[in-house]
């Protein structure tokens, strides 16, 4: 079983089955990805509101590989094991265009983090903390058809999950879609709350290191994984949850979000931006009823262990 490195001097944000590797491996080997943050290079700890608008989104999601494993066919899958995440010290959350609640923010806004092996530092004034649970926001393969296809909606192929459980100890499945699987990975949070609701998470530059199996004839759907339970540590001291009710779940979310919004700026005194990007980095959205028609409920859950006095 080898290993090997690869940094992110070459990115792509596609997928494409007939994109060249730059990496072959055997089943078993393990890789190290040097992966940069989110934007392509073009956030840095300088960064600041004033320079949002000037982002260039056709450089978002720069991802590194792709890597081909030896004899992986349509038919398998492909079992990543998710070891490592080596941060670098820094991170950001920005508000998107696209974002939960993008009418209501449309003035630029960027919140820097101070990332610890312990813990994402959001205000050292007031004690905010929201725990280091670094995953990867995007991992897939190649796709089933040829073509071109952007990284933005995740697909079946996985790609732009943003699920927080795949993060360290995971083992995710992903089925094989295109002969070496050709899997990439990019888009490192160092944290985030269920939804990523204002469009980023805690984005963060990071070194990971991922373990690849081939699993013959492993016919799977979909990405599939299990998890180590990655809301354990921000779950101690309980939470305050918020609803949303009503037919339209998209609605009930964004309800439940600004209810929120409300409570972080009027009991913990931050600004509505403040309280925006810290629901995305830390307050996971869950569909708390989804069968009793016409209405369904979407409920907020804040972790209290984040407010540290």
């Not at 991992?139 to 790609?159: F, K, M, S």
């Not at 492993?218 to 779950?235: E, Q």
């Not at 979000?257 to 931006?273: F, G, N, W």
Request: overall charge negative; some cysteine; proline content about 7%.
């Amino acid at each position: 079983m080898a290993e090997y490195f690869l940094d992110h001097s070459i990115t792509h944000n596609f997928w494409d089955r007939s994109y060249p590797p730059r990496l072959h491996i055997d089943s078993g080997d393990t890789v190290i990805f040097d992966v940069g943050e989110g934007s392509g290079g073009q956030v840095t700890p300088q960064t600041t509101a004033a320079d949002l608008p000037s982002i260039d989104r056709s450089r978002l999601h720069a991802l590194v590989g792709p890597v081909l494993i030896n004899g992986a066919e349509p038919g398998d899958a492909l079992e990543v094991e998710m070891l490592n995440f080596q941060h670098h010290g820094w991170g950001f959350t920005y508000i998107t265009p696209g974002s939960l609640l993008a009418s209501e923010f449309e003035a630029p806004y960027i919140h820097h983090w101070r990332v610890e092996d312990w813990g994402c530092v959001f205000n050292e004034e007031k004690a905010i903390v929201v725990p280091f649970e670094p995953f990867c926001g995007i991992l897939g393969v190649a796709p089933q058809e040829d073509g071109r296809l952007n990284t933005y909606p995740p697909r079946r192929n996985a790609g732009n999950i943003d699920i927080r459980g795949v993060g360290r100890g995971a083992r995710v499945w992903l089925p094989v879609l295109a002969p070496g699987a050709l899997f990439s990975t990019g888009d490192t949070h160092a944290a985030q709350g269920e939804g990523e609701v204002c469009g980023t998470a805690v984005e963060c530059p990071m070194q990971i290191t991922l373990r690849f199996h081939l699993r013959k004839n492993m016919r799977i759907s979909d990405l599939r994984f299990t998890t180590p339970g990655p809301a354990a540590a921000s779950g101690a001291a309980g939470y305050y949850v918020t609803s949303g009710t009503g037919p339209d779940i998209y609605e009930n979310a964004r309800t439940a979000v600004r209810a929120m919004i409300d409570y972080l700026s009027s009991e913990h005194c931050l600004t509505r931006a403040e309280a925006y990007v810290l629901c995305s980095a830390a307050v996971d959205l869950k569909i708390s009823n989804i069968v009793t028609p016409p209405n369904r409920v979407v409920t907020a859950h804040l972790p209290l262990s984040i407010f540290q006095h």
